[in-house]
């Protein structure tokens, strides 16, 4: 996989520094939403649950998220943003919190934007034992993927796609029909991911790695904007460095919902984080 000219480093890339959290008082911690990290009409839901897991990493005796589940109220908007925090219990080898994240409102008030909850630990601490029947998906090496500049991609759909520019994002062609017209009707959706500034990847760009990729419901032939309802991501062990692979799939789109199931999977085959989300679909 290509490599930025000069590569951050885990800290010290614009990731780290757009998720950074202050805190102004015991469990209440202030945040600033880049603009950097919005689609369509709004900031990046993976983006937000880095911000959230990064706070509570801080509140929690235990550094890493094992299991995170949001839901998102209503959409964020790029500025200040304010997150609360409570540690529900702490134990050995395992803490429970939940964290909010809230905004104020043009008259003022306090207009909350996502609630989660979260069990954080120490995946260094995990076992290497591994029975699986799980593997990683079939895809075409990164050179023969296509990146956001090798169609109209983002552009089919009207509004913001700053995020692409802070993704190296490469889409497996046999799920980038959409792009052209030609959806395949699978919902299915794969791509090698990396940041666009070479940073390795650790526990909290795994939770924007989920949720980075095009919707499925694209290549179900519906264009538009699908906002995360809820989000449960599993964070299975630290990923080696070097690119991702995400494979996502949706089985049933009615009503207006779907159910989006992903994978993740590092640059030593192992399966690193999965999640499931009910997002809503919002046709243009």
Request: aromatic residues 6%; charged residues 20%; glycine residues 10%.
């Amino acid at each position: 996989m290509a490599q930025a000219a000069a590569q951050a480093t885990i800290g010290s890339s614009e990731f780290d520094r757009d998720t950074a959290v202050v805190q102004r008082a015991p469990g209440v911690y202030d945040a600033r939403l880049s603009e950097g990290w919005t689609i369509i009409q709004a900031v990046n839901g993976g983006y937000l649950l880095a911000v959230l897991g990064r706070a509570l990493g801080e509140a929690l005796p235990h550094p890493d998220p094992f299991t995170i589940t949001a839901h998102y109220l209503t959409a964020s908007t790029p500025g200040p943003a304010e997150i609360r925090t409570e540690t529900v219990r702490t134990g050995r080898t395992m803490s429970t919190g939940t964290a909010t994240l809230v905004q104020r409102a043009e008259d003022g008030s306090d207009v909350e934007r996502i609630r989660v909850t979260a069990h954080y630990g120490d995946l260094a601490a995990l076992t290497d034992e591994v029975r699986t029947t799980a593997k990683p998906p079939a895809m075409p090496p990164y050179e023969q993927c296509l990146g956001a500049n090798d169609g109209p991609g983002a552009s089919v759909i009207p509004g913001s796609s700053a995020i692409t520019d802070r993704l190296d994002l490469r889409l497996d062609p046999a799920t980038a029909g959409w792009a052209v017209g030609s959806p395949s009707g699978n919902g299915d959706m794969r791509a090698w991911f990396g940041l666009a500034d070479g940073r390795d990847h650790d526990p909290l760009s795994l939770l924007l790695a989920v949720d980075a990729l095009p919707p499925t419901a694209f290549e179900l032939g519906v264009l538009g904007w699908v906002p995360t309802v809820e989000l449960t991501v599993h964070v299975r062990c630290r990923p080696a460095p070097g690119p991702l692979r995400v494979a996502i799939g949706t089985r049933n789109l009615a009503g207006g919902f779907l159910e989006e199931d992903a994978e993740v999977w590092d640059s030593e085959d192992r399966l690193v984080a999965q999640s499931r989300q009910l997002a809503r679909v919002l046709q243009v």
